[in-house]
């Protein structure tokens, strides 16, 4: 014994549903993790997630609430944090030639993006030429080239990733100029919310922040006719 408090908290993980406060049942508890209460501090623990940091949760855990269970009595802990966001920076440098277009994208990743994504290299073995084969699916008729891991850090839940993407095919000739969109590879291209009316809350999982900063250099010679105004959301 070191003299620190450790306790269980049972919970449902998400696929397994909503783990009900008034009446919950033994075929709604699937998971435990630890809880650790030392000095004014509260530490999250879970030694089975191989990428996640101390204090924090897998996104598959992120199930509203748990049950702390101790040896007199128990208490409902809220599982997500407001310090473990869903947070991705995105930055994006734009090289136009008046021919051919390439744009060299850096990404970063922290909390639950940080999960997903360190996930979703786990899946392709780490593999650089199977990371671009996966970033080329969100990018038709693009080629996605120069991947690089930048940094991964587990004990942080931080992360980011570099590589470049043929832009040439982004570019519009409208005759008298080029229209270009620089919004060919965000996330928030395309509504996930399709209902007409929506009755129930929906869960977002964690507070999201995603941050996108593009660059567009153009030949000389070419001016901006028309640019999007900056906004804040």
Same mark, same amino acid.
């Given at each position: ?42 530490? @999250? ?80 073995? @780490? ?35 570099? @590589? ?21 590879? @965000? ?47």
């Amino acid at each position: 014994k070191i003299g620190i408090n450790t306790y269980p908290i049972v919970l449902s993980t998400r696929d397994n549903g909503l783990l009900q406060e008034a009446s919950p049942t033994l075929d709604k508890l699937n998971y435990v993790v630890a809880m650790v209460q030392h000095d004014n501090i509260q530490l @999250f623990l879970d030694a089975t997630s191989e990428f996640i940091g101390v204090g924090f949760l897998p996104e598959y855990c992120l199930n509203i609430r748990g049950l702390l269970v101790k040896r007199d009595n128990e208490q409902w802990f809220t599982l997500q944090k407001k310090n473990f966001l869903d947070s991705k920076k995105q930055f994006v440098n734009i090289s136009f030639n008046g021919e051919t277009a390439t744009a060299k994208i850096t990404q970063d990743f922290s909390g639950v993006a940080f999960t997903r994504w360190i996930n979703d290299l786990k899946n392709g073995q @780490f593999d650089a030429e199977n990371r671009m084969n996966e970033l080329a699916k969100l990018l038709p008729n693009t080629r996605v080239s120069g991947y690089q891991i930048g940094r991964r850090d587990v004990s942080e839940c931080t992360g980011k990733e570099s @590589f470049e993407v043929d832009f040439t095919n982004q570019i519009v000739d409208g005759g008298q100029g080029y229209l270009i969109s620089p919004l060919f590879f @965000f996330d928030y291209v395309v509504n996930p919310f399709k209902l007409d009316e929506r009755k129930l809350p929906v869960d977002l999982i964690s507070e999201k922040e995603l941050t996108s900063t593009v660059l567009f250099n153009a030949p000389k010679g070419f001016s901006i006719k028309k640019s999007p105004e900056s906004v804040k959301l």
